[in-house]
């Protein structure tokens, strides 16, 4: 056990992918197939064995998955997953992606570990998640003119059908939704979680706790990730002084943003405008 902890600890990071709004893809991994992040990503991971097997570790073992099953990773969740140990291969779909708010209430999948999800539909079902899912992708990797848009709708089409799976129609709090769309509409705001709070119709600590079990990271964490892919797209896409973006999303301090978007993307907001993001 002890040399397992100490191989963990010294086990590289792989890169953090930012999605803003949907990265998708289509992997078909070896037996030696495998990731590691630490902190996981700011955004949810979902994934669609197509064929072989795979595994998803968590403190207290692995959740497997096979062809027609679904996982979905919570933000901020430890990723280690991979081909399964038994395995030759594992083929998979797969979408990170930034939830619109009301898409929270479709995401009470079985958690067969915190933060992992876990989804098996009937057949019938599965073939349409996976055609969905098959037009996400073609979506997100053309040239069309709206393609994160187009994608992001078959996303939509695909998470009703996972919704629809479920063995009971739960609903979150539909307050935490609302929260979420505060932050996202107000970004330029020096916002506080009393004034969220307040804006919702909850208590702090109650805003605080729903928001973290239901999102998967805090309040600040999600306001801050929200400020930073729109800055990210303001460098990309318009020409306007660094200072001047990071007021507009919410940052008071042009330093305080520069080191936040520096740990966040790896490159400074100067040096990943001249790369073209």
């Known amino acids: 056990m002890a040399e397992k ?3 963990l600890a010294t086990r590289p ?3 953090t992918p930012y999605a803003t709004p949907i990265v998708t893809g289509v992997l078909q991994g070896d037996a030696r197939y495998t990731t590691w992040r630490t902190r996981g990503t700011p955004d949810y991971l979902l994934m669609l064995t197509l064929a072989g097997r795979g595994r998803v570790g968590h403190a207290r073992g692995d959740v497997g998955t096979a062809p027609g099953e679904l996982v979905l990773i919570r933000p901020g969740t430890r990723h280690d997953y991979g081909t399964a140990r038994s395995a030759t291969h594992w083929e998979l779909i797969w979408a990170h992606f930034q939830p619109r708010p009301h898409w929270l209430e479709w995401l009470t999948w079985p958690e067969p570990a915190p933060g992992i999800l876990h989804l098996v539909p009937e057949l ?12 996400m992708d073609s979506f997100a990797r053309s040239a069309a003119p709206l ?15 996972c919704a629809s799976a479920l063995p009971s129609a739960q609903r979150h709090d539909a307050r935490v939704a609302a ?7 107000n970004l330029a705001l020096p916002l506080t979680l009393a004034g969220v ?8 600590s109650r805003l605080s706790h ?8 805090t309040p600040g964490q999600f306001l801050e990730h929200e400020r930073l892919a729109r ?11 660094i200072a001047a973006i990071a007021e507009e999303v919410g940052f008071a301090s042009p330093i305080h943003f520069s080191l936040r978007f520096k740990k966040a993307f790896a490159l400074s907001p100067r040096e990943f405008r001249q790369r073209g993001g």
């Open 5 to 7: 902890l100490k191989d």
């Open 13 to 15: 990071d792989d890169h």
């Open 124 to 135: 019938e079902l599965c073939t349409r998640i996976e055609a969905a899912l098959r037009l």
């Open 147 to 161: 393609r994160a848009a187009l994608a992001m709708h078959s996303l939509e089409e695909a998470l009703l059908g």
């Open 179 to 185: 929260a979420m769309a505060f932050l996202i509409e």
């Open 197 to 204: 709070a307040s804006a919702v119709g909850l208590s702090v």
């Open 210 to 217: 729903r928001f973290k079990d239901e999102v998967g990271i």
């Open 231 to 241: 800055a990210s797209q303001l460098l990309q896409f318009t020409t306007r002084p």
